[in-house]
């Protein structure tokens, strides 16, 4: 590699009065009157792992985005980011892409078999457009939950997802999995059979209830919470196949731990035992 003898001028981009001299730090704002009257910015020469080099911090003092490149965080994570100027921190900061920060490995969608892309707010296949729907295309965020990649995964796969807590627009909390169709991501309440009716038990804020609550109607009811402990989706569908639990921790009203197990009875109601 050949060294360069002569440096480019670079004028600093915060105070737009000094230049950037290429020091040991990096590329240091030599603006400086006096204690009071100085420019204190500074590209850094290694930025998240990557080594900036002069032709770059060119590039970024005219405010251009440098980049993307697989960064490195102090606790040593990595991201996918571009490095760009800051005007309203003075500082150089990654700017992540919207659409494809990098891709999701393992699979593929499932509508033209694309790469999947992540970035900081979508998951998106590589073909997907506001022309061509049915293609994988769904935020990162999703009624305030982010979506994990191994969720993105999963719901790509076509696999069912765990349960969360979701809040709708107008702050109230629901509980359900998500579910792909057709490239958009579905809502998915239904927990398992009813075992008093032909309907469904759904997820619901405080309770699981039967989908044929009115029209039956069915009554069928399980409290979110029960002696003390969060009952679970998977522990529902259990009881409800089973009619009883396994043995669980349970607490007493003076904080005691102890072994129970739920059961239905006869009338389809949920005992603790
Ligand atoms: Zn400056
Ligand atoms: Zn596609
Ligand atoms: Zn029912």
Redesign the pocket.
């Known amino acids: 590699m050949e060294t360069k003898t002569t440096h480019q001028k670079i004028t600093c981009p915060s105070c737009g009065k000094g230049s950037l001299r290429q020091g040991g730090i990096g590329y240091v704002c030599d603006y400086f009157v006096t204690t009071e009257d100085l420019c204190k910015f500074v590209i850094y020469a290694n930025m998240f792992g990557h080594t900036v080099t002069e032709d770059e911090a060119v590039a970024l003092s005219q405010g251009e985005a440098i980049g993307p490149y697989e960064l490195t965080r102090k606790d040593g994570s990595h991201f996918t980011a571009s490095l760009q100027y800051d005007a309203a921190t003075h500082a150089i900061a990654p700017v992540f892409d919207e659409f494809a920060d990098y891709v999701l490995e393992s699979v593929s969608c499932p509508c033209c078999g694309g790469e999947i892309r992540a970035g900081s707010k979508y998951y998106a296949c590589k073909n997907s457009s506001k022309e061509s729907p049915g293609h994988v295309f769904f935020g990162r965020i999703i009624a305030g939950v982010e979506i994990a990649d191994s969720t993105a995964v999963a719901l790509v796969q076509g696999t069912p997802t765990g349960y969360f807590n979701f809040t709708k627009k107008s702050g109230e909390p629901f509980t359900a999995r998500l579910q792909l169709v057709n490239g958009e991501v579905k809502f998915d309440s239904i927990v398992c059979k009813?075992p008093?009716?032909e309907?469904n038990v759904m997820v619901g804020v405080k309770s699981y209830y039967?989908?044929?609550?009115k029209r039956?109607p069915?009554d069928?009811h399980i409290f979110k919470e029960m002696g003390g402990r969060e009952i679970t989706p998977e522990i529902v569908e259990v009881l409800c196949c089973k009619r009883e639990t396994e043995l669980m921790e349970f607490a007493t009203k003076n904080g005691k731990s102890v072994q129970r197990k739920i059961v239905l009875n006869d009338l389809h109601k949920a005992m603790l035992i």
């Open positions: 009813c008093a009716c309907g039967c989908s044929e609550f039956k069915c069928f």
